[in-house]
DNA sequence: GTCTATAGCTAGATAGAC
DNA sequence: GTCTATCTAGCTATAGAC
């Protein structure tokens, strides 16, 4: 298994995305020296400034790097678009709660960007746009439903769904304190009786 | 009017405070300087450390001094406790926009102390009980509703609180890059509608 | 493509005068 | 109570050898 030049770089280069992710994500981004990324990577500190250019230029390259959370929720939405909307919600809920528990790096990065981004607009733009990405689809997703006449005709499907994706993204926020265990026990929970809630207050009256 | 020498020196203190915490909202704890934290007050570095002791001391000493966000919450909660809880929660809905747009202050001492508390336990667990408080008495408010008749008995009141305040916070939280027009006009559109969805998953069957 | 060496600066914190 | 002066350590970024 021979590699070439190029393909060692590439390793390289994503080597150090993922250890200044790692540091970013357990110190905040201000606070994570390049000095101390190049020595956790085991390279010097030329070398990322060789491949980033600029220490903002590395998280947005690492960012970039890591997949979405809301790419995943999107994606969940899709697989099966004309499942009964409880059946489906309930399986987005259960998807992300399994994603974020599985996944912690990815859980990380969310949490660290969203963070830092209260002070980096490039990076506010950047997470805005993920997230507002998952609420559209997620609206476009309750539209048809509305269509199919499984949800009330004025349910406003744009606060609907920020309301879906903001009360899980909130709970993941305020109870990161737990370990994985009491985290995924307590999420269920609450993802069980925030989709109960809003599916009462969604459906189409005398809807099954 | 004369001034103690105690009372301008706490006077000087509070200033200070309220320097930092502008400037520590604008662009992040570790990326604000001591120095031009004093630049900017008009007191010299030395005075900082002197009442202080360190940054992070002057962090935990401005948070201290604004009130938290949730307490307001609490606060409107208890005004009139025996309102129709329609009423009631577009009148909270209503005070909780009305107060971020009024006090800026307030609503950015909230969003850096989240966006620091994910890389400081300290301060983690400072805002943890801040919101846990909030969380517990609009639960403990929902849960007379409930007795009243007025809420659906089987209603998981954690969990609907924690939608209610998440959703508010949530928007806070994706909508700050809108000027105070625009975002008090999206708040009160969102606010409204998640009311409404609320009400209608929660209401107890045949209530008015 | 990677390292060593270092420039040039700014950081948080302290000591001591007033 | 407040300021000036300063220490030491750490920072981002660059230059040039290999």
């Not at 030049?5 to 357990?26: P, S």
């Not at 980096?120 to 609206?139: D, G, I, N």
């Not at 009360?167 to 926020?173: A, G, M, P, V, Y």
Request: proline share 2%; glycine share 6%; charged share 25%.
């Amino acid at each position: 298994m021979e590699r070439t030049r190029d393909e060692q770089a590439e390793a390289t280069k994503d080597h150090i995305a993922n250890v200044a992710m790692e540091m970013f994500a357990a110190h905040g981004f201000s606070a994570t020296s390049t000095r101390k990324i190049a020595k956790q990577a085991g390279v010097s500190e030329g070398l990322i400034f060789h491949h980033y250019g600029t220490k903002m230029g590395l998280l947005r390259g690492a960012a970039a790097r890591s997949g979405a959370l809301s790419d995943h929720i999107a994606q969940g939405l899709a697989a099966d678009p004309d499942a009964p909307i409880e059946e489906q919600l309930r399986r987005i809920a259960e998807g992300f709660v399994a994603f974020l528990r599985a996944d912690r790096l990815a859980a990380r990065v969310f949490r660290v960007l969203m963070a830092e981004s209260t002070t980096h607009p490039e990076l506010y733009a950047m997470q805005q746009e993920r997230t507002q990405t998952a609420v559209k689809q997620l609206s476009r997703y309750l539209s048809t439903r509305i269509a199919a006449g499984e949800l009330r005709g004025d349910l406003r499907v744009d606060s609907a769904a920020q309301v879906l994706l903001g009360s899980f993204l909130w709970f993941f926020f305020t109870h990161m304190h737990l370990d994985a265990d009491a985290w995924t026990t307590a999420a269920r929970v609450h993802c069980d009786a925030v989709v109960d809630q809003w599916l009462r207050g969604a459906l189409a009256e005398g809807a099954p």
